[in-house]
């Protein structure tokens, strides 16, 4: 049931990413080059399922890694340096969400390429069959249409995997104020897509 | 539901678990799908599953969007390779470099000191604060029981002296021109005497009550300087805008012999400063300068004015008092006898002030001609324009003063002037160059005390 428990233990990075902090802060640009790559596609994915394209998310990402290191130097220690990241991060991307709700029209994940929109086949569930592209990208817009309050919980935990725990600390709410978020997105996420087939099929 | 498998033993223990319906159970059916429910909880929901249709269908049906919504994020993008060269050319063209010194510049610039991160260090600081506030509390308390030991705050008199003995006219001793003579040897004794007389006073503040007690001399060096009387500023003063007064010469009324005249060293006084000390008198033989005991009947009260004729002020004791100013030679000859309830002084020279105040005794000027005394009793008073509040004795070169002319009541003194009329009661014709002829004569004494003369 604990599909965290299902995934094998991946082995902590070395050096760990403290380390290469405190190297940054010393002074090394090449430590926090390696930070990057270390964590650049998770922050690029972050910032490309909430800007729902290719372009802006890699703008975004950009204002993201520059902003993490203006700020690099008050990190909190009492934070894993994974969930202080995505905290810092997730602000950013929700700011240019609000900021740009305006001069946005046309609506995010619609204009997703083929190659984009390719399901991966090595992940069977109950609903193969009828989860077409079509129905991910009604998907990824339901989810996009959320009120940010919610739509960072799903993708926090849907696309990095976080823990409710870490997604609080990430949020800055309670661990049962995440438990009852993630629970009303699905509701919202489910009043919206209940006429679908992937969702309605009985197992 | 293959993980319902319970057991009925737990079954019937949960079953009190089982209140509060789909409302209750219904939100956690997310975190169930995440494995975020603790044991308890999960036990709880699955014994609500068991029973309640409506529930499992939600949970299918939310799994069926849990298994869609992983697959749709589960996709991976496309590396962007180009991402990371970006970003560090463009932190490369950024002055600012995170050092630790910023990120805690950051923290208290951001106001937020009480941050948990400084919770620990805030708290150790605020003990530390209250442990010292009661520390300091407890040594003020214990202060006199600290203080009773003699061998730390008793003061010596070798201690107490150089500081008690500082020039002063009172102790009277002192050379302060003449550097070579030694200070008298009683000098240093009477200033720790008095400094033992004095501590009981000083100690009697509340929270010293234990030095009184224990009756040892509190006297730290502190002390000590607080005790020690006040130095009044000497007369002699040297100072670049110093203005100079000619020494005024006094001699002690009893015995003119021991106390010669001044020297001829000019007396040096600020004119800003109002000095006020006591005049001393030094010895032409020993050059040794000595003060007028503060017993003596002169005293000699010396205030130094700007902008006015430097008067010093003698003082012959019964209120009367004198003033003299640079020019002023003034012997003392005689303090009241029972035939002659008056002060007689000599004006030798220079200019004289008197004030007279009512009472038993009263004062006679003599004035000299040459060496000789002038005929006595007999003072030459001229009006000038100051008449309402002084008037000088022009042929003898000393003057009368007294608030309003009253020169009549002055006691002991007999007027008489030329123009018959009392002095109290002054002609206002009277022109700047008139001249009063004043009859000094002694009166008796038992009519003076009761008489009034004019």
């Keep these: 049931m604990n599909k965290r428990g299902a995934e094998p233990v991946q082995a902590p990075p070395h050096p760990p990413d403290e380390a290469l902090v405190q190297r940054v802060l010393a002074g090394s640009d090449e430590a926090f080059q390696a930070l990057m790559l270390r964590h650049e596609p998770g922050i690029y994915r972050l910032a490309y399922y909430w800007t729902g394209n290719r372009d802006d998310a890699l703008d975004l ?3 993201c890694f520059i902003h993490l290191y203006r700020v690099l130097a008050r990190y909190d220690s009492r934070y894993r340096f994974t969930v ?4 810092v991060c997730t602000n950013r991307c929700i700011n240019w969400i609000k900021s740009n709700r305006r001069a946005r029209e046309v609506m995010p994940f619609s204009h997703l390429s083929e190659r984009e929109l390719d399901l991966p086949d090595d992940r069977p569930g109950p609903s193969d069959i009828a989860f077409t592209q079509e129905a991910k990208r009604q998907l990824l817009d339901a989810v996009a249409q959320l009120p940010e309050n919610y739509r960072a919980p799903i993708t926090l935990r849907f696309l990095e995997d976080f823990s409710y725990k870490e997604i609080a600390a990430i949020m800055d709410i309670s661990v049962k104020n995440v438990e009852i978020r993630v629970h009303r997105a699905k509701k919202m996420l489910h009043e919206q897509l209940k006429n679908h087939l992937y969702l309605n099929e009985k197992p | 539901m293959k993980n319902l498998r319970l057991n009925t033993f737990h079954l019937r223990k949960r079953m009190r678990r089982n209140v509060g319906g789909c409302k209750r ?8 799908l995440d494995g975020e429910l603790t044991p308890p909880r999960t036990r709880a929901l699955l014994l609500h599953l068991s029973g309640c249709a409506g529930c499992r269908d939600r949970l299918h049906a939310m799994e069926r969007l849990q298994g869609a919504l992983s697959r749709a994020y589960a996709t991976p993008l496309p590396r962007e390779p180009q991402l990371v060269s970006q970003v560090m050319a463009a932190l490369a063209r950024e002055p600012y470099r995170p050092t630790r010194a910023a990120g805690w510049r950051a923290e208290w610039k951001s106001a937020r000191p009480f941050a948990p991160r400084f919770r620990p260090a805030l708290t150790a600081l605020a003990m530390a604060g209250m442990a010292a506030i009661f520390w300091s509390g407890y040594l003020s308390q214990s ?3 600290r203080g009773a030991s003699p061998t730390r705050l008793a003061v010596t008199p070798s201690q107490a002296s150089p500081v008690a003995s500082a020039p002063t006219f009172a102790s009277s001793s002192v050379p302060p ?9 009683n000098a240093s004794a009477a200033a720790s005497a008095k400094i033992t007389e004095t501590t009981p006073r000083v100690s009697s503040h509340p929270m010293k009550k234990a030095d009184i007690s224990h009756s040892v001399p509190h006297t730290s060096a502190y002390r000590v300087k607080r005790l020690a009387p006040r130095v009044e500023r000497p007369v002699r003063l040297s100072h670049p805008s110093a203005v100079r007064v000619r020494p005024f010469r006094v001699a ?13 060293s000019p007396l040096t006084c600020d004119p800003r400063l109002n000095v006020t000390g006591t005049a001393e008198t030094r010895d032409d033989a ?4 000595t003060g007028i005991p503060s017993d003596s009947s002169v005293k000699v009260d010396q205030r130094v004015r700007s902008g006015q004729d430097s008067l010093v002020t003698v003082s012959l004791g019964d209120g009367i008092e004198l003033r003299m100013n640079e020019k002023t030679e003034m012997v003392p000859v005689r303090s009241p006898q029972p035939d002659a309830p008056y002060w007689v002084v000599q004006l030798v020279r220079g200019e004289l002030f008197a004030r007279v105040p009512k009472g038993k005794v009263g004062l006679r000027v003599l004035t000299v001609a040459g060496d000789a005394l002038s005929k006595e009793g007999e003072l030459i008073v001229r009006t000038n324009e100051l008449f309402e509040t002084r008037l000088i004795v022009a042929q003898g070169l000393a003057a009368l003063e007294n608030n309003g002319v009253r020169i009549a009541a002055v006691e002991g003194l007999q007027v008489s002037s030329r123009m018959g009329a009392a002095p109290d009661a002054p002609q206002p014709s009277l022109d700047m160059n008139h001249e009063f002829q004043w009859a000094l004569a002694p009166m008796p004494r038992d009519e003076h005390a009761t008489k009034r003369p004019g």
């Design chain 1, 61 to 63: 990402t950009q204002e």
């Design chain 1, 84 to 87: 202080w990241m995505y905290k």
């Design chain 2, 25 to 32: 159970f219904e939100p956690q059916l997310s975190a169930y």
């Design chain 2, 143 to 145: 202060l006199p029981q």
């Design chain 2, 177 to 185: 021109v003449v550097p070579t003579a030694p200070p008298a040897p």
């Design chain 2, 252 to 264: 002690h009324p009893s015995s003119t012999t021991r106390l010669p005249n001044l020297p001829a």
């Design chain 2, 286 to 289: 020993t050059n040794d300068w």
